[in-house]
């Protein structure tokens, strides 16, 4: 079974940055779609940004645009998620998310658009 492992996370002031990166291992079959979603206390999980495995076509959660830039390194089977100008908004648990099972580009928001998830990395930004 892959595994999806996240790590950068941290504690950081308003207008600081983080880069988080996630590395999946084990994988045996295609990615189309690596994501990264997050959970802010006491709220539900959230689409933050994705990335076509292939062609690195983006997308992200308008509350992130211009903010922050999601990359991968195909090579390593690693994504990242560049985080810039940080907001205590941002404060969540940030989890990294892989599609091995094709859907459509439409569905690459939602939780259920993805078949393998990380164990989340703790985000926290401090005002």
């Known amino acids: 079974q892959e595994q999806l492992v996240e790590s950068g996370g941290g504690l950081v002031q308003a207008g600081g940055s983080l880069r988080l990166s996630c590395t999946a291992s084990g994988r045996t079959s295609n990615s189309y779609y690596m994501a990264w979603f997050r959970q802010p206390p006491g709220k539900e999980r959230e689409f933050v940004a994705r990335?076509?495995?292939?062609?690195?076509?983006?997308g992200y959660a308008d509350s992130v645009k211009g903010r922050f830039t999601i990359s991968r390194d195909k090579a390593k089977n690693t994504v990242y998620l560049a985080m810039n100008n940080l907001e205590p908004g941002d404060t969540a648990t940030y989890y990294c998310?892989?599609?091995?099972?094709?859907?459509?580009?439409?569905?690459?928001?939602?939780?259920?658009?993805?078949?393998?998830w990380g164990q989340g990395t703790q985000v926290t930004v401090s005002s």
């Open positions: 998310a892989d599609q091995v099972n094709r859907r459509v580009l439409s569905a690459s928001t939602l939780i259920t658009a993805y078949d393998y």
């Open positions: 990335i076509e495995w292939s062609s690195t076509y983006t």
